[in-house]
Structures are given as C-alpha cells and as structure tokens.
C-alpha cells in the first residue's frame, strides 16, 4: 500500500513540475509578446502625436513562407529591432515593406546581401531569401526598412492559431492550470489535515 501512494505521489509531483515547466514557457512566450506589444502601442501613439511614422522600436512578425528556410521556417516568429540605415551590414536579416510590383505592400524578411547608397545618401539594400535561386529584383529603400532581426521563436504561429480556437485556449491554458491548482489545494489540504490530527493527538 505504502509503495502504491508512494507511485501516486511521484506521480503526482512529476505532473505537476511538467505543467509548470509548460506553462512558464507560454508565460515566457506571452511575456515577450505583451511587451513588444505594449512597447509598439506606446510609441506609436506618441509617434502619430507628432506625425511621425517611424516603425516601431521593437516589432514581431510571423512568417509566413519558405524563403529563408533552413534558417527560418513557416510560423516561426521573429522579433526586430528598429535599426537606421548605416547599422545594416551585408548579412544580416532584415524585414521590409516591398516595393515589387509582384509583392508590394507586403511585410518580407530576407537576408542582405548588398548595402549601397542613392545619389542623395540613402541606403539602399539587395536583398535574398536563404532558399530562393535568385535575389529580389527591386533594391530596399532604407525608408521602408521596419527592423533588423534580432532572434526567432520557432513555430510560435502555430500556438498562435491554436491559441486563437477556444478549444486551443482551453486546452493549453485552462486545464493544465486547473491541474497545478486542483494540485496545489489537494496538497494544501493533506497539509492542514496532518496539522489538524497533531493537535488532536495533543490534545489527547
């Protein structure tokens, strides 16, 4: 019997300690993406005070194709920093609104493989994508560059899409929290009952 309950309780330890690994990471995750939220709502709205339409400070975005796989898959994330355009360096991943008439007005993010100059100062970019045969035909004005790309979450889209479902929400968040808290309480309660029988047996 004793080595029966002692199963349970290691158990019951191990499901606790995998759901609250789990649900740290999330809370990690929805961390980093209220906060770049918040800090993309906050400029902003002080920047359209001021008619400025600079890209916010920090930005993520998920992606959507397979142009800069291996490196970047299909509903990873990634997260930019606003850069100017002296920072750029041949290398480095960038996202940008494009100017090609086949994708214009689209969010991309691809890696720099050329950093010239207009006849006026400006930056402009040539970019490529990891796993296209070819570079972008259309140059990377350094006005319509949003951020370069400091790191990704991988697969983030898709806990995104499940998230969004009100089965996905309740299934990652809800249940595993009525787990740690329906655990929590059955622990709390064996607690007071062995402090109830000790002052009991004292009395006795």
Do not use: C
């Amino acid at each position: 019997m004793k080595q029966k309950n002692a199963w349970f309780h290691n158990l019951q330890k191990f499901f606790h300690f995998l759901t609250s690994v789990f649900l740290y990471a999330i809370l990690t995750i929805l961390v980093i993406i209220i906060i770049t939220v918040v800090v993309y709502y906050i400029e902003q709205k002080q920047n359209l005070k001021k008619g400025d339409y600079t890209a916010p400070l920090f930005s993520a975005y998920v992606i959507i194709s397979n142009s800069m796989e291996p490196n970047i898959h299909v509903n990873d994330a990634v997260v930019t920093r606003r850069v100017s355009g002296h920072s750029v360096e041949k290398g480095d991943i960038i996202t940008f609104i494009s100017e090609s008439p086949i994708s214009y007005g689209a969010t991309i993010t691809h890696r720099v493989v050329e950093v010239t100059q207009d006849s006026n100062g400006f930056y402009l970019f040539r970019t490529k994508g990891d796993n296209n045969n070819t570079e972008d035909s259309w140059l990377v004005p350094e006005d319509n560059l949003m951020g370069k790309v400091m790191f990704k979450i991988p697969k983030l889209g898709y806990l995104q899409q499940f998230l969004s479902t009100s089965y996905g929400w309740i299934l990652v968040i809800v249940i595993p929290s009525l787990g740690v808290i329906i655990y929590d309480f059955i622990k709390l309660g064996k607690t007071v009952y062995r402090e109830i029988n000790k002052k009991r047996k004292k009395e006795s």
